[in-house]
């Protein structure tokens, strides 16, 4: 069974660009999260979807946002990228809200 | 607030034991988890608790859970180099959905 599967891997966009990362959950899985991993704040929660809709939102602000396809797959968006956005983004899979989550390799975001 | 801390790092020689330790803030917490992350690479689920649950052993890995103190540990028996790796404690709470609150993550280093 295939895992969670991010693209692209790595990505280097320019400040003030906009950007798009992907998100493929386990078969079967229909919800997904999103965290940001930077050195100095650690794993943050962007948001939560479950059955296309988002159940849960972190403390981001409104340049972060997301969305779930019909197939369960998801997609984060950033627009006009600042240095600080730099980090690794990972998306996790699970069968629901309540049940474990699975983790993807995420997608180290460069910001220059 | 919600809130995880975790040492930062530990040292331990190949053959011994490492314990890895934990405390949360948020006494609704459902389910507590233990993730790995090696370099370059996403989160691994390593073994989980349930809130109601004082102990879990899975193979070399042991989970104690101090419901009172909001202590969780993560003892790993006869660690090997291959175990080398930064190690999250996260929890859930109740009504918090898919969202999980990580810690700041304990560098483990097993040395030959």
Redesign the interface.
Same mark, same amino acid.
């Given at each position: 069974k295939a895992g969670?599967t991010?693209t692209p891997r790595y990505l280097i966009k320019t400040r003030g660009q906009q950007v798009t990362l992907s998100c493929s959950p386990i078969s079967g899985h229909r919800?997904v #999260?999103w965290?940001q991993q930077t050195p100095g704040q +650690?794993?943050q929660?962007l948001f939560?979807y479950?059955s296309e809709t988002q159940?849960?939102k972190?403390n981001f602000p409104g340049r972060f946002s997301g969305r779930q396809f019909s197939n369960s797959r998801s997609e984060m968006n950033v627009s006009t990228l600042e240095l600080g956005d730099s980090a690794l983004y990972?998306c996790?899979s699970?069968l629901g809200? #309540? =049940?474990?989550?699975?983790?993807?390799?995420?997608t180290r975001l460069t910001v220059v | 607030g919600e809130d995880v801390e975790q040492s930062l790092f530990l040292s331990v020689r190949e053959g011994d034991s490492s314990v890895i330790n934990c405390t949360y803030t948020d006494s609704s917490s459902?389910?507590l988890?233990w993730?790995k992350q090696e370099p370059g690479? +996403?989160?691994?689920?390593l073994t989980?608790i349930f809130s109601n649950m004082d102990m879990k052993q899975d193979q070399r890995l042991t989970v104690l859970l101090n419901k009172k103190d909001k202590h969780l540990s993560l003892r790993i028996a006869d660690t090997q180099t291959g175990d080398s790796a930064i190690y999250?404690c =996260?929890e859930?709470g109740d009504n918090?959905? +898919?969202?999980?609150?990580?810690?700041?993550?304990t560098e483990l280093s097993v040395k030959p």
């Open positions: 969670v991010q919800s #999260s965290y +650690g794993l929660f939560e479950f159940r849960n972190g990972l996790a699970s809200p #309540s =049940a474990e989550a699975f983790f993807g390799q995420g | 459902t389910y988890y993730y690479a +996403g989160l691994q689920l989980y999250f =996260a859930r918090q959905g +898919g969202k999980l609150i990580f810690g700041q993550g």
